[in-house]
Every structure is written in C-alpha cells, then in structure tokens.
C-alpha cells in the first residue's frame, strides 16, 4: 500500500511538471507570435501602408502602357503613375467603377468611380467623383509621369476602396468640367488595380534606420 501510494504521488509530481513545462512552452511560443506580429506591423508601416498597383494594357487601337502604383499616406493615397506611348499633351486619367478592362475600347471599366454619386469635377475640390485625378501630361516622346496625393480614395474594403477597380487613360485632356467624364474621350489604357504583397513594391533599403 505504501509502495502504491508512494507510486501514485510520484507519478502526479512527474505529471504536474509535464503540465507546467507545457504551460512555460506555450507563454514562450505566445511571446514569439507576438514579437513577431510586432515585427510585421512595424515593417509595413515603414513600407508606408498597404500598396496596390495596376498594369495599364491598350485599348482603342493604341500603343500605350504603363504602370499606376497606389500607397496609402495617412488619410490620403499616393499615385505614381509611368506612362509612354501617348500623343504628346494632356490626357484624362480616372479610377474607373469596374475592374474589367476586357473590351477593346475598355467601355467594359464602366464609369468613373464615384461612390457618393456626385457629379464629375476638379480633383482638387470636393463636388467630384471620387475617382478624379490629375491629368497626365506626356512629353514630346509621348511619356509621362504623375505623383499625386489623392484624397476620398484608399486601398481599404470602405466605400472609397479602389481594389479590384480599374484606372483608365483617355485620348483627350480631362477638362474638368463636362460631364460625366471631363470630355476626355476614348479610352487609349486600362489596368485593373491590384493588391501587392506587403514586401513587394520596391521599398526596400529605405525607411529602415528606426531598426
Ligand atoms: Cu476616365
């Protein structure tokens, strides 16, 4: 009986270790996820917030291409924008409602994106489609380049969030007024706007130094 017992209360000793032990290894996995997370959320912060990025193909029988990127700044989004093949001058430049750029004058992309039903205006002011942006004015050799800040638009699922919408370049200059679509006519690129992964998207060696 005694050797039982005895048996018996070694055995809970070795048990309650086994438990304790497990205990001690799942606070040190949880502190290791949370480092960890901290890590990712610090290192997307440095990357200056989520990112998306949209391949401009042509349309309307053009030879124009590109790349439109997209970042978040605080309340408002960053557009760079690198385009060639265009007539030189200045150009419409929209997010579009649809992320369909399939027809072949991109009629597909609907219209401006414009989630407040507002009518179409200068960027700058606030009686506008959210999807109003800057026209891009092209060189001589038919390039250009746009960075903006944007606001009323974000890379986020609310009702100003542009993924899975298209960005559209017209053959004329948007002249900010006419409706609904600044006069800008056809529609010479489209580019269906794409979420990127946290860390692509060419940031790296930069921003890093609070490491
Ligand atoms: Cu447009």
Same mark, same amino acid.
């Given at each position: 009986?005694? %050797? ?7 055995? $809970?000793? %070795? ?7 497990? @205990?001690?290894?799942?606070?040190? @996995?949880? =502190? ?5 997370? $901290?890590? %990712? ?5 440095? =990357?200056?917030?989520? &990112? ?26 960053? !557009? ?28 597909? *992309? &609907? ?18 489609? =959210?999807?109003? +942006?800057?026209? $891009? ?6 390039? *250009? ?6 606001? +009323? ?8 969030? @542009? ?22 006519? &056809?529609? !010479?690129?489209?580019?269906? @706007? ?18």
């Amino acid at each position: 009986m005694t %050797t039982h017992r005895s048996f018996l209360q070694s055995n $809970l000793v %070795t048990h309650y270790a086994t438990i304790y032990a497990s @205990i001690d290894t799942i606070k040190r @996995i949880a =502190a290791l996820a949370a480092a960890g997370s $901290l890590l %990712t959320a610090c290192a997307g912060m440095e =990357a200056a917030g989520p &990112k998306a990025s949209a391949t401009l193909e042509p349309r309307s029988g053009s030879s124009v291409s590109g790349t439109v990127d997209f970042h978040a700044v605080g309340q408002k989004l960053r !557009v760079e924008a690198r385009v060639a093949g265009l007539t030189p001058g200045q150009h419409g430049f929209h997010v579009h409602e649809a992320g369909d750029c399939s027809a072949p004058d991109a009629s597909s *992309a &609907k219209g401006h994106f414009n989630p407040a039903g507002r009518p179409h205006g200068h960027h700058g002011g606030n009686d506008r489609h =959210a999807g109003d +942006m800057p026209n $891009l004015v092209a060189d001589a050799s038919g390039k *250009a380049t746009l960075s903006a800040e944007v606001d +009323m638009l974000s890379l986020t699922q609310g009702p100003g969030g @542009i993924l899975q919408r298209s960005v559209v370049v017209h053959a004329d200059p948007d002249d900010y007024r006419s409706q609904p679509a600044g006069n800008s006519g &056809k529609r !010479v690129a489209c580019g269906v @706007i794409r979420p990127l992964a946290a860390d692509s998207g060419g940031s790296t060696g930069s921003g890093r130094s609070g490491y």
